[in-house]
């Protein structure tokens, strides 16, 4: 069993930046490639970016190259989403996730997931 817990989120002007921090329980956090999502209101949820369990292996969506950076901290049973040059289209809740075997973008392959954060990204 992994509990996630999203913190990070809030308020921030167009072009600003953001990290997001999802802190895990459990021993076996090593194991598990973790991931993040979001959704905003009426759309579906959506990849953000993925990595891998050692942090070598990433994967990000076309709509946040470059701007976006997942990382991890397997000792302090942590991973990151540096968010930078924020955009008003970015607005939404984001969520971790995490799941063992290899990263992949597909949410219904996530075993565990955290309550969420919301970032909202004004114009």
């Known amino acids: 069993q992994v509990q996630l817990v999203e913190s990070g989120g809030g308020l921030v002007q167009a072009g600003g930046s953001l990290r997001l921090s999802c802190a895990a329980s459990?021993?076996?956090?090593?194991?598990?490639?973790m991931g993040w999502f979001r959704q905003a209101p009426g759309k579906e949820r959506e990849f953000v970016a993925a990595?891998?369990?050692?942090?070598?292996?990433?994967n990000y969506a076309d709509s946040v190259k470059g701007r976006f950076t997942i990382s991890r901290d397997n000792a302090k049973n942590t991973v990151y989403l540096q968010m930078n040059s924020l955009k008003p289209e970015d607005t939404a809740v984001y969520y971790c996730?995490?799941?063992?075997?290899?990263?992949?973008?597909?949410?219904?392959?996530?075993?565990?997931w955290g309550q969420g954060t919301q970032v909202t990204v004004s114009s």
């Open positions: 990595v891998s369990w050692s942090g070598g292996g990433t």
């Open positions: 996730a995490a799941k063992r075997g290899r990263l992949i973008a597909d949410p219904m392959q996530y075993d565990y």
């Open positions: 459990g021993r076996t956090f090593s194991s598990y490639a």
